[in-house]
C-alpha cells in the first residue's frame, strides 16, 4: 500500500487542522492506521490510531480529547482532526498502516509496516 497524507499548514495556538491521509490499493479494510509525529530533534512518537473497521481508536495521551481520528474505508482515507492545537504539536505528521491493533501498550513505529512521506505542521504562540 502507498501512501500520501496531505493538509499540514500554519496554524495559531488554539486552531484547528485536519490531515488527510490517502492509500492506494483495494485492501485498505484490511490495514489498522496510525498517525504518528517527529518534532525537530526528536525521535518519531504515536499519536492516534484507528482499528480496521474504525469501531476502536486509541490516542496518545498528549492529544486525548483534541485530536480525532477517523476513516473511510469506502474513500481508503484517514482523517486526524487536530484541535485545541499547541505549540508543542509542532511536527512533521506522517501516516502509517499496519496489521496490529493493541491496546496493551502504546503503539511504535515497529508496529506499522507502510508510512506516508510526512506532512509538516507549525503552531504559533
Known amino acids: 500500500v502507498q501512501l500520501q497524507a496531505f493538509g499540514g499548514g500554519l496554524v495559531q495556538a488554539g486552531g484547528s487542522l485536519r490531515l488527510s491521509c490517502a492509500a492506494s490499493?483495494?485492501?485498505?479494510?484490511?490495514?489498522?492506521m496510525g498517525w504518528f509525529r517527529q518534532a525537530p530533534g526528536k525521535e518519531r512518537e504515536f499519536v492516534a490510531a484507528?482499528?480496521?473497521?474504525?469501531?476502536?481508536?486509541y490516542y496518545a495521551d498528549s492529544v486525548k480529547g483534541r485530536f480525532t481520528i477517523s476513516r473511510d474505508n469506502a474513500k481508503n482515507t484517514v482523517y486526524l482532526q487536530m484541535n485545541s492545537q499547541k505549540p508543542e504539536d509542532t511536527a512533521v505528521y506522517y501516516c502509517?498502516?499496519?496489521?496490529?491493533?493493541?491496546?496493551?501498550?502504546?503503539?511504535?513505529?515497529?508496529?506499522?509496516?507502510?508510512w506516508g512521506q510526512g506532512t509538516l505542521v507549525t503552531v504559533s504562540s
Open positions: 502509517a498502516a499496519g496489521y496490529k491493533w493493541t491496546m496493551s501498550r502504546l503503539p511504535s513505529v515497529d508496529d506499522y509496516d507502510y
Open positions: 490499493g483495494r485492501t485498505f479494510s484490511s490495514y489498522v
Open positions: 484507528i482499528s480496521w473497521s474504525g469501531d476502536s481508536t
